[in-house]
């Protein structure tokens, strides 16, 4: 199950409604705005931390296609439940529904007022740049690696949004070599790639093999340049004329880097220079033994936990075509703990029965290169067997047009039947469309359990103190679908 992450539920606030101060450093949206793609409220505020909306992302994609100023004129309705022709971003709207670039919520609305989360933003920055999104559960990636910085969650606040436009207009579209923002006349120069790794501060530095440096930084850094591996200088401390060749800087996250450089010795003393930050560190031996597997064992209905007894390469150990299954099951995502880096999770769809299942891993390589041999563990997968329960049923305090339903389950619900409007009922209301959030509701913030448990409604509007109805049923978790009513 893809990680999902997801901000506190807030007032849907109309476009520019509330400024507030400007961070102490540029930002993406600051550049934007200084090269014309974006104005801000009406005191020029850009609001980056309030929630960026469908309707807003509509005036951002047409900025990005050049035809603002036509869309804003636009005057062909669409047929969307939820946008009369008296909403200021109803051309918006309409001009992209007629361009393809959007088809609504799928149950005839176009979802105003829902935030953008990471996977329609990949999408409307891949569209922006003449590509087809080959799956929609996979456009985070798809983004990721055209170099488009999207921040996974399901509420993108506007600022995360210009971040993801930021990147978005300084590459080119396909089959192009000029940047976007250059052929749209806003930007003269692209950016170049990789760039200095300015300010950047090191937090920590490890020898993690004979021939691999395991850096963490103390605050994000950009990934273009973070894998550039120019940026890197290493040199013997005792004697910094003795430098150490940084071969390749593999990024495995926003903050983890890790180094592939010349053979360094055992014992010996090493100083890590990025900009004006350095840390020193100890070379190690080279482990010339074979990686085994420790244990192999599922932990969901989908996803297994394989255990190396050694650190291993993430660019085998995520290699999916290393690892296959007998009977039933695919292997469809294969992911390495960046930290311990012995620990692997594998996605696999395919799962019908809990019956003994043999899987196979080959080709895995040790951080100090030595490939394993081919081997085999059985496993039985899990199942969450039990029925969703509703913890709790609320009316939204910051609207009459929502209901907030939290779920009380281990595994959360299945996104797709959450999201179903025809699974939910509520006498004397129409629902208009169903959010399925991931939140850790001890304190609404972010969770990162990878698992649905509040879902969000969009109603009619509802009366002031009358009560209400809500049933609920066909709700799915793990692999039983059963009816749920409350």
Request: aromatic share 8%; net charge negative.
């Amino acid at each position: 199950m893809k990680r999902i992450l997801s901000l506190v539920l807030v007032l849907v606030l109309a476009l520019g409604s509330v400024p507030v101060a400007f961070a102490a450093t540029e930002t993406e949206g600051d550049m934007l705005k200084a090269a014309g793609f974006v104005a801000g409220d009406q005191d020029g505020n850009l609001n980056e931390d309030q929630k960026l909306t469908r309707e807003q992302m509509m005036v951002l994609i047409a900025e990005m296609n050049g035809v603002k100023e036509e869309a804003a004129t636009f005057g062909i309705p669409f047929d969307f439940s939820d946008v009369n022709e008296n909403d200021w971003f109803a051309p918006y709207v309409w001009y992209a529904a007629y361009q393809g670039w959007t088809a609504g919520m799928g149950d005839g609305s176009f979802g105003a007022g829902v935030a953008v989360d990471s996977k329609m933003a990949a999408t409307f920055m891949l569209k922006a740049l003449d590509y087809d999104v080959a799956d929609y559960n996979a456009s985070v990636e798809q983004a990721a690696d055209m170099g488009i910085e999207i921040t996974a969650t399901s509420e993108m606040t506007r600022g995360e949004g210009f971040k993801a436009m930021w990147s978005t207009v300084n590459l080119p579209k396909q089959g192009s070599d000029v940047a976007l923002g250059v052929e749209l006349g806003k930007i003269e120069t692209t950016e170049e790639a990789g760039g200095e790794l300015e300010a950047a501060v090191l937090d920590t530095v490890e020898a993690i093999s004979a021939n691999r440096v395991y850096v963490e930084f103390d605050a994000e850094v950009a990934a273009a340049a973070a894998g550039d591996e120019a940026n890197y200088v290493i040199v013997e401390k005792d004697d910094a004329t003795k430098t150490v060749e940084v071969l390749e800087a593999q990024v495995d996250s926003d903050v983890i880097v890790v180094l592939k450089t010349a053979s360094m010795k055992t014992g010996t003393a090493y100083t890590l220079t990025v900009d004006e930050s350095s840390v020193n560190f100890t070379g190690i031996s080279k482990e010339s033994d074979t990686p085994e597997l420790k244990s192999v064992k599922a932990v969901d209905g989908d996803q297994i936990e394989v255990k190396f007894d050694m650190k291993v390469t993430a660019v085998t150990a995520e290699d999916v075509a290393n690892y296959s299954i007998d009977k039933e099951g695919t292997v469809v995502k294969a992911e390495l703990d960046k930290e311990d880096r012995d620990v692997v999770t594998l996605t696999v769809e395919g799962f019908a029965t809990t019956s003994s299942k043999k899987l196979t891993v080959e080709n895995v390589t040790s951080i100090d290169d030595v490939k394993m041999s081919k081997e085999y563990r059985t496993f039985t997968p899990k199942f969450d067997k039990k029925s969703p329960k509703i913890d709790a049923v609320k009316a939204s305090p910051y609207n009459n047009v929502e209901v907030i339903i939290n779920f009380d389950d281990d595994h959360g619900v299945d996104k797709e039947t959450a999201e179903d409007v025809s699974n939910y009922a509520i006498d004397g209301l129409e629902i208009y469309s169903a959010k399925a959030i991931d939140v850790d509701e001890k304190d609404n913030s972010s969770d990162d359990d990878d698992y649905y448990n509040r879902v969000v409604l969009t109603t009619s509007e509802q009366s002031k103190s009358k009560s209400y109805t809500l049933k609920v049923l066909n709700m799915v978790d793990g692999s039983t679908a059963k009816k749920c009513y409350y």
